[in-house]
């Protein structure tokens, strides 16, 4: 097998690229690539615990909490104890994690159209609709 002919090998080389150049843009809001899709699920869904949110984002639940320790002190995120369970943590955004959603959504489609110009509009759709289907996210 030829290395582009290994899914593992196309997939990872596109997500090492991506990351790379969202992280590039989101270095003006001093933020990186790896709190992406904590700050796009919690857009998404606000009040949820942490351990649901690092199902979410495929993440380990020390990653999780270290990377939100970060957001924390950054003023994003605020985490309030739930009443049932003292263990547990819902996750909230603050007014300045919720005013980055629009700038941010505008880097990662910037980031998006960035490496899908090579294809056509339908074959973007296309695309994104073959990559949901492997990873079986929708229905």
């Given at each position: ?7 593992s ?6 997500n ?5 150049e ?11 690539s ?5 700050l ?28 939100l ?27 300045n ?24 509009d339908?074959e ?7 990559l949901n ?5 929708s229905?």
């Amino acid at each position: 097998m030829e290395r582009f002919e290994s899914l593992s090998y196309l997939i990872s080389h596109l997500n090492i690229a991506l990351q790379q150049e969202l992280d590039t843009r989101l270095k003006r809001y001093e933020l990186d690539s790896k709190i992406w899709p904590v700050l796009f699920t919690l857009w998404q869904e606000e009040g949820i615990s942490q351990t649901e949110l690092s199902k979410r984002c495929d993440v380990a639940n020390y990653t999780m909490t270290r990377l939100l320790d970060n957001l924390q002190v950054q003023g994003f995120i605020t985490r309030h104890q739930e009443a049932d369970n003292r263990r547990s943590f819902q996750i909230f955004l603050t007014d300045n994690g919720k005013a980055l959603e629009q700038d941010l959504i505008h880097e990662a489609e910037w980031v998006n159209q960035h490496f899908l110009t090579a294809l056509t509009d339908s074959e973007q759709v296309e695309f994104m609709r073959l990559l949901n289907k492997v990873n079986q996210f929708s229905q």
